[in-house]
């Protein structure tokens, strides 16, 4: 599993993360894909007074997008 994870982890890569994850969001929302619960930054909540530090410390994990399981993660990187 993990390095199947690694594989599509690499083809996400490679594609603007911005418009991805716009687009996944477009997904969920429409309903088209089950399974998508959002980003890190969508699923956590925290005070404003921390963005700065969190931000540093995760950096780009913010955007990272939780799945109900694998097989909706490869249902998403067919779509891309």
Do not use: M, P
């Amino acid at each position: 599993v993990k390095s199947e994870f690694s594989k599509y982890q690499s083809v996400l890569a490679h594609v603007k993360s911005e418009n991805v994850i716009n687009f996944i969001r477009k997904l969920r929302d429409e309903g088209k894909v089950n399974g998508i619960y959002g980003t890190i930054e969508e699923l956590c909540s925290f005070d404003s007074k921390y963005a700065t530090a969190i931000e540093s410390a995760v950096g780009g994990r913010l955007n990272y997008v939780v799945v109900e399981n694998l097989d909706v993660a490869r249902e998403l990187v067919d779509i891309l």
